[in-house]
């Protein structure tokens, strides 16, 4: 009875919507009510159109407010200004829109100071440096500046420790990861280099890829640095596996419009794309259904976008996938939250504070349990299917 109600207490504090009747697009269909505001579709509708008139940049203006909406999607139509020179904007508007270009640009010199100083110093030791995320998108599209907190490079795993004696002779403070290395200014957390000997996925499986990214990858010279520029590809695989972890964990939600831009730009200037090598990477990695999900959720956003066959090639994984991402993201997650402040020792001197123990925890330890097994999450999910009285489609 417990959980029960803790169930339906969750589910109105997060508003979810079960009108579908498939789990995935339910998921999908919570995160674009989430994530996408009306001015974001009102944007994205005007950068995707296939044919846009000055009526419509006229019309688009007067609903979009530059000064309502940020920098980080603000700098997204000025990326569309500076792409369509014909097309006037008003007095009001483009000198804002290129002071945020300007902005941009000159951010983005900071951070590349930064990578040139320590890609040169990988370049003498002999250590490869391949350029991924913005980084590569920032190099392949050098006419744009990007919203870039530091640059991200991949590193053989050979030569990952090499690279942290190299950073601090080089004067950089030093916070390591398992599978990164970030490098800050001597006492500050400004972003300079992230430097990974594998990107993380969150499986377990990520550098069965990396040999394979490295063959792939192409030679050049990218802000002062020789290095190795992923294929496009590879880039793309990298943005949708990164798309569908900053859902699943609710970070990083300005980039995701960044996503649809860069995957349009890369899979379209690219004649003889090969999905083939995007699918392989996600077999390999274990990330089949993270890849189904970031493309449905793009496709929700701009349909067509990317094709709709990646969609029903794990449709079993897709749906165990959905469960689990809905239990953790929806469920686990809040309370957490809720429960992590909350100590024993503190509740213990007071009765009011024990309540809210007792009121809150035994529900976190009980999800906690069950997130482990994927059994017990499909049970907790056939709960909600109970509750609310519908049936999901199975593979």
């Known amino acids: 009875m417990f959980v029960t109600e ?14 579908s009747n498939n789990l995935e697009d339910k998921l999908i269909d919570n995160f674009f009510k989430e994530f996408m505001y009306d001015k974001d579709k009102l944007l994205l509708e005007l950068a995707f159109s296939k044919e846009t008139t000055q009526e419509d940049i006229d019309k688009f203006l007067e609903k979009w407010d530059i000064e309502a909406v ?3 999607k603000a700098l997204m139509l000025a990326y ?9 904007f008003s007095d009001y508007v483009k000198p804002r829109l290129e002071g945020l270009l300007k902005y941009y640009r000159f951010h983005n010199l900071k951070v590349i100071a930064h990578f040139t100083k320590i890609g040169r110093a990988f370049n003498e030791a002999g250590i490869p440096v391949m350029i991924i995320k913005g980084g590569a998108i920032k190099y392949i599209r050098q006419e744009l500046p990007r919203v870039m907190g530091d640059i991200d490079i991949l590193v053989p795993w050979n030569d990952f420790k090499r690279t942290i004696q190299i950073a601090k002779d080089l004067g950089y403070d030093v916070n390591i990861a ?3 290395i970030d490098l800050h200014p001597p006492g500050t957390e400004t972003g300079t280099v992230d430097i990974h000997r594998y990107v993380d996925m969150s499986t377990g499986y990520e550098s069965q890829i990396n040999a394979d990214i490295f063959n792939r990858a192409l030679k050049a010279k990218a802000f002062g640095v020789d290095v190795l520029v992923p294929s496009y590809e590879d880039i793309v695989f990298l943005a949708l596996i990164n798309l569908a972890k900053n859902l699943r964990y609710n970070t990083s939600t300005p980039g995701l419009l ?3 831009f860069d995957c349009d730009y890369l899979v379209s200037h690219k004649k003889d794309f090969d999905w083939n090598i995007v699918i392989n990477n996600a077999k390999k990695t274990k990330t089949q259904v993270q ?6 959720f793009i496709n929700k956003i701009v349909p067509g976008l990317l094709p709709e066959f990646l969609k029903s090639i794990f449709a079993k994984e ?3 996938y959905s469960r689990f991402i809905m239990f953790e993201r929806f469920f686990f997650l809040d309370m957490q939250t809720k429960c992590r402040p909350i100590k024993l020792k503190e509740s213990i001197k007071s009765l009011e504070k024990m309540k809210e123990y007792m009121r809150l925890k035994p529900g976190y330890f009980i999800l906690k349990q069950l997130k482990k097994h994927p059994f017990f999450v499909k049970k907790f999910y056939d709960i909600i299917i109970k509750i609310y009285g519908f049936k999901e ?3």
Do not use: C, I, Q
């Open 6 to 19: 803790k169930l339906v207490e969750s589910v109105k504090a997060n508003k979810l919507k079960l009108a």
């Open 70 to 72: 940020g920098g980080h």
């Open 80 to 88: 569309f200004m500076k792409l369509h020179p014909d097309l006037k």
């Open 178 to 180: 398992n599978h990164s």
């Open 258 to 260: 960044y996503n649809l």
């Open 291 to 296: 890849l189904s999900f970031a493309v449905t």
């Open 318 to 320: 897709v749906l165990e």
């Open 393 to 395: 489609e199975r593979a």
